[in-house]
C-alpha cells in the first residue's frame, strides 16, 4: 500500500488506560502514536478483510475444481531440500 497523497483525520475516543499502553507501544516502536494507530489499525484491516474474502466459482468449474483438489500433490525437490537444511538460527 502507497502513502496517500492527501489525508483526513479520524477521531477515535480511547480510555486513559488504552491511551497509555498505546503510547507505550509507539514509543517502542520509535514513531509518533498518530504513526504507530494508524500503521496497526490499517495493517488489521487488511487482515480483516483478507480473513473474510468469499471466493466464487462458477458451477461450470466446479468439476474441474473438484479434479485439481482431489489430485495428487506433485514431488518439489527445491521443498524437500529446504526441509532438510538446518535452520539459520541453529547454524
Known sequence: MSAPSSTTVLSVRVSPEE???LEAAAAQSRTSLSEFVRRTAVEAAE???LGRSVVTIPAKDWEAF?????????PSPSLAALARRKPSWEA
Do not use: C, D, K, L
Not at 66 to 74: D, G, H, I, N, T
Open 47 to 49: 487482515t480483516e478483510v
Open 19 to 21: 491511551r497509555a499502553v
Open 66 to 74: 473438484e479434479r485439481w483438489v482431489e489430485r495428487p500433490a506433485e
